[in-house]
């Protein structure tokens, strides 16, 4: 499956920016679906993600009640709806997905097969 990143940009803090992923080639059926972000110098971090076959959802506790993660079955794509956004969460966000995952290998990126290209999100102060 390939993947299409999208929706970043450039914010001031307690905006919102929803971000998209696309996949072509096939559907997202039996695929857990995660995004993560890479701030320079630091490791790539699990953010949230979701089983599209079962819709259960998993967050990070620095992300909990500010971000969502969705899909839409007719476009095949799965969204981060990120609010309250603050500085800190200035990165480069990606999308990954991957069919074997087992719940506690969710947040571990190199547990995914797929990646999309990142999106660049920035917060202002």
């Known amino acids: 499956v390939q993947l299409q990143a999208s929706g970043g940009g450039f914010v001031q803090a307690g905006g919102s920016l929803r971000l998209s992923c696309a996949a072509s080639?096939?559907?997202?059926?039996?695929?857990?679906v995660g995004w993560f972000r890479q701030a320079p110098g630091e490791e790539r971090e699990f953010i949230a993600a979701i089983n599209w076959n079962s819709r259960t959802t998993y967050y990070a506790d620095s992300v909990k009640g500010r971000f969502t993660i969705s899909r839409d079955d007719a476009k095949n794509t799965v969204y981060l709806q990120m609010n309250g956004l603050k500085p800190e969460d200035t990165a480069v966000y990606y999308c990954?997905?991957?069919?074997?995952?087992?719940?506690?290998?969710?947040?571990?990126?190199?547990?995914?097969?797929?990646w999309g290209q990142g999106t660049q999100v920035t917060v202002s102060s």
């Open positions: 080639g096939r559907t997202f059926r039996n695929y857990v």
């Open positions: 990954a997905a991957d069919q074997h995952l087992i719940t506690s290998s969710i947040r571990t990126p190199n547990q995914y097969d797929y």
